[in-house]
């Protein structure tokens, strides 16, 4: 009878999803991936992708 494997790297890495950043410009919440930083401006901005689109 072999042991199960139990441990299975259970590390709780389940607030993955959590993670947002609010647009400055439309105040929408959004994942990272759909957020750019506009460096031309100074202070950077933080804005999604969307109203980046429109910056340019
Ligand atoms: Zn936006």
Do not use: H, W, Y
Request: positive net charge.
């Amino acid at each position: 009878m072999a042991a199960k494997a139990k441990s299975k790297g259970e590390t709780g890495k389940s607030e993955t999803m959590e993670i947002k950043f609010k647009c400055r410009l439309c105040e929408k919440n959004k994942p990272l991936e759909d957020m750019r930083t506009v460096t031309r401006f100074s202070p950077v901005l933080v804005v999604c992708k969307d109203c980046a689109k429109i910056q340019r």
